[in-house]
């Protein structure tokens, strides 16, 4: 039935892969409609052909290599002996034309024979077989995938999260994911599967949509081999080769299995993951300039700040965290993340012994907070430190002391507390002065001024996350107390969530809230520069509407009425952020829309009343032609975007976009970030 439901959504034409995947469900696809689906997930349906203007010279340095690749390939093929000779020129023109316009020099060790194999064994015209060898290369084949490249790091750390023990195992073995897992993705698998096994999992791989699912396809066959790898007692190389090759044990049947496992390890994995890697995959202006972090140096996966706020706020199964604030107790007393546990990371060395009964507190207290629902429970431990490298020398002794003990869900806090202030001095810019109120808990000074103005003293303690009293600080003031039963009063602390509990005082004062405020305030009266920069971009408020006003509809744009699936819009691997909100038109009239901003352009898909999930691309900006973003002093939630140039005459406004969105202030932090990572880009 559902074979016959997808022939027919594919014989309508206008068929998305949201719609394919609603039909499919992650199940294998009929050969006779792969073709027509692939070309889908991959976006090259209806795109022209590359190689037309192509004069077809066949003309590299490397093409004797080129050449007898492809004949290889050819040879491996049940294909009949007078289409041979056609099928190889097309295999070797679309290399030689990839190579020649992406200015890449070929070698057989780049797999991408073993990319295009599944690809041939749909029998594709050249062109489309070019556009989906295009596609894949661009989206799901990571930037440096050679030997000792980045994302071989990022799979260590992910092993490292999920599986300690291997990963410390094949760390004492000098075994790095390289050496094993390079042919695994640069040829997306197809290097060892038999041709099923690739189409079986290519089929679900590219449904997802996610070019990072692939880690955790890989992560499984690992965890798979797991039992075999530690009780191994040959050589490293035997080994290597042991590993490398265990995908070739993969049949049809076990690519369910195989998916629905990593679909677990992925909801058991930090977002920030993906979000602080995306730069990984696909072709933006920014790859190389997103994160310049040295993942071969560092010492587990980094979470953002931002995720660590929400994770415990949110409902259902995901990732929660419980915080371990490793600073001195002075740091801790003057301003903590208000559902921390403080483990003093000084201990470690000053006091070993107290430093042990502290770490067994903790794991007491993180079980009890899990067991009782507490806001601040999470399974994930994340350690926080100050954000200053030679501050936090002790704190990287005690997280890799918990490596050590092969625990799992280990992680850090991407640039420690002082990013958290950072964090909640940008969202909380407009807001109130107390806005930090129920983050950050401060046990400094007296109890009846901290506590009156910063605790709201909820009777039931901290379920609502919310007060200085919450239940990791009441466990962490016990910790504090240096007690002969720290065990027994962290439990009594659970239990008894109201207990009030007594301060230590130390006068520390919390950082000046003025000197964490954002480069441009919304309260200038008018936009100024950015850092200075040149391309002139600013942000500021305005009482009136502006003489520059050009209603974006005036403007020509193709992709204008291009209708496409919102939500797979919004899933896509380039898309930074989506904002919900309303477009406003100069009559007054609002329509509901979604801005996506990607590395370098920001989108305003339109919904369409009459077509649920469907909106039209109503407009697309280049982030580089951003020059103001002001908002209503009256209105601070409905936000004007202008877009223009510069010249030596001034700024010449082009267009004008008017949005309200709600928490219009992480929106405009957040774009505004974006736009100057795209200036800096071009300026450099």
């Given at each position: ?360 507190s903790l794991l007491e207290a993180q079980k009890q907070s899990i067991e ?41 806090a991407k640039g420690g507390f002082m990013a958290l202030q950072q964090h ?60 002969v039963n720290v065990k027994e009063k962290v439990i009594s602390f659970i ?190």
């Open positions: 039935m559902r074979e016959k439901d997808l022939a027919d959504a594919l014989e309508e034409g206008g068929c998305d892969l949201e719609t394919v995947r609603n039909i499919i469900q992650g199940r294998q696809l009929p050969a006779d409609v792969r073709a027509k689906v692939w070309k889908i997930a991959l976006n090259v349906v209806g795109k022209g052909d590359s190689l037309a203007s192509w004069d077809g010279s066949l003309d590299l340095p490397e093409q004797s290599i080129i050449h007898k690749d492809c004949q290889e390939l050819i040879d491996q093929l049940s294909v009949p002996e007078e289409e041979k000779s056609v099928l190889r020129l097309d295999i070797e023109s679309v290399i030689t034309f990839y190579c020649k316009s992406r200015n890449v020099t070929y070698s057989s060790c780049l797999g991408w024979i073993h990319l295009l194999k599944p690809l041939v064994h749909l029998r594709l015209p050249r062109s489309d077989l070019y556009n989906c060898f295009y596609a894949i290369m661009n989206k799901f084949i990571p930037r440096d995938c050679f030997m000792k490249g980045r994302p071989f790091h990022l799979f260590r750390l992910l092993l490292q999260y999920h599986e300690p023990e291997l990963c410390s195992f094949l760390d004492t073995k000098k075994m790095t994911p390289d050496s094993y897992a390079l042919n695994w993705l640069g040829s997306l698998f197809s290097y060892y599967c038999s041709t099923e096994v690739t189409q079986a999992i290519w089929d679900g791989y590219l449904q997802q949509a996610d070019p990072f699912f692939i880690y955790f396809l890989m992560l499984i066959i690992l965890v798979n081999a797991k039992d075999i790898i530690l009780a191994q007692e040959s050589d490293k190389e035997e080994m290597i080769k042991i590993l490398e090759t265990s995908p070739a044990n993969l049949d049809t049947e076990d690519i369910e299995d195989l998916f629905s496992l990593a679909q677990y390890y992925c909801s058991k994995t930090p977002a920030s993951f993906r979000k602080d890697n995306h730069s990984l995959f696909g072709s933006s202006l920014l790859g190389l300039k997103d994160d310049d972090t040295d993942l071969s140096q560092a010492l587990c996966l980094a979470v953002s700040v931002s995720e660590i706020l929400q994770a415990n706020q949110q409902q259902g199964e995901g990732v929660r965290f419980f915080v371990v604030d490793c600073r001195p107790a002075e740091q801790y007393n003057a301003g903590h993340l208000s559902t921390a546990f403080h483990l003093d990371s000084d201990l470690m060395l000053q006091n070993p012994s107290e430093f042990a009964q502290s770490v067994k009782s629902g507490s806001i601040a429970g999470g399974e994930h431990l994340c350690f926080m430190g100050s954000g200053r490298e030679e501050e936090d020398m002790y704190m990287n002794m005690v997280l890799a002391h918990f490596l050590q003990k092969n625990k799992e869900y280990v992680s850090i909640l001095a940008d969202i909380n810019v407009e807001g109130p002065e107390n806005g930090y109120g129920h983050w950050i808990a401060s046990t400094s000074g007296s109890r009846s001024s901290i506590n009156s103005s910063v605790d709201g003293d909820s009777p039931n303690g901290s379920s609502d996350g919310k007060g200085v009293k919450s239940l990791v600080n009441k466990m962490t003031v016990a910790l504090k107390t240096k007690s239990e008894n969530t109201s207990t009030p509990v007594d301060r230590i005082p130390f006068n520390i004062p919390w950082p000046d809230r003025a000197s964490l405020e954002r480069h441009v305030s919304s309260s200038d009266r008018v936009g100024k520069p950015y850092r200075g920069v040149k391309p002139v971009f600013s942000i500021g408020d305005e009482e009136e509407y502006d003489t520059d006003e050009i209603d974006s509809s005036s403007m020509s744009d193709d992709d204008r009425k291009e209708v496409v699936n919102i939500q797979t819009w919004i899933n896509k691997p380039d898309v930074k952020y989506n904002f919900p909100c309303n477009e406003v038109k100069e009559n007054g009239h609002m329509f509901p829309s979604h801005l996506l901003v990607t590395a370098t352009h920001m989108y305003c898909l339109r919904e369409i009343p009459s077509r649920k999930g469907l909106a039209y691309i109503q407009s697309r900006q280049a982030l580089s032609s951003v020059v103001k973003i002001t908002s209503k002093k009256k209105h601070p939630e409905l936000i004007t975007f202008k877009y223009g140039n510069s010249n030596t005459s001034g700024i010449e406004i082009l267009a004008v976009e008017r949005y309200l969105i709600p928490n219009a202030g992480d929106a405009t932090k957040a774009i505004k970030q974006q736009i100057m990572k795209v200036l800096d880009a071009l300026e450099s």
